[in-house]
Nanobody
Framework: QVQLVESGGGSVQPGGSLRLSCAASGSIFSSYVSAWYRQAPGKQRELVAAVSSGGSTDYADSLKGRFTISRDNAKNTVYLQMSSMKPEDTAVYYC????????????WGQGTQVTVSS
């Protein structure tokens, strides 16, 4: 069993910054890929960024340069640093940990609301 606990969401003004954290516990293997997704009202869930255990990263093209994903393997924690935030970044943000080898090992956090508004 795997538990994911997210923190760091909230409200911020346009141009501001927020840092999300997601701590994983339970049967997490170092090979897991961790990622952040987001879902805005009325829209599909979309990938924000992903990071492998080796540190390789992947970002949604529209977010490169503003968002940074990082991971502390010793703490089984993934972070998302969001900067120069825009109202269109408003969404529920979900963390995800999954095995690159076994498809059923795919775990989601409960989601954390991020609101960008003046």
């Amino acid at each position: 069993q795997v538990q994911l606990v997210e923190s760091g969401g909230g409200s911020v003004q346009p141009g501001g910054s927020l840092r999300l954290s997601c701590a994983a516990s339970g049967s997490i293997f170092s090979s897991y890929v961790s990622a952040w997704y987001r879902q805005a009202p009325g829209k599909q869930r979309e990938l924000v960024a992903a990071v492998s255990s080796g540190g390789s990263t992947d970002y949604a093209d529209s977010l490169k340069g503003r968002f940074t994903i990082s991971r502390d393997n010793a703490k089984n924690t993934v972070y998302l640093q969001m900067s120069s935030m825009k109202p269109e970044d408003t969404a529920v943000y979900y963390c995800n940990w999954k095995s690159p080898y076994v498809s059923q090992y795919n775990y989601w956090g409960q989601g954390t609301q991020v609101t960008v508004s003046s």
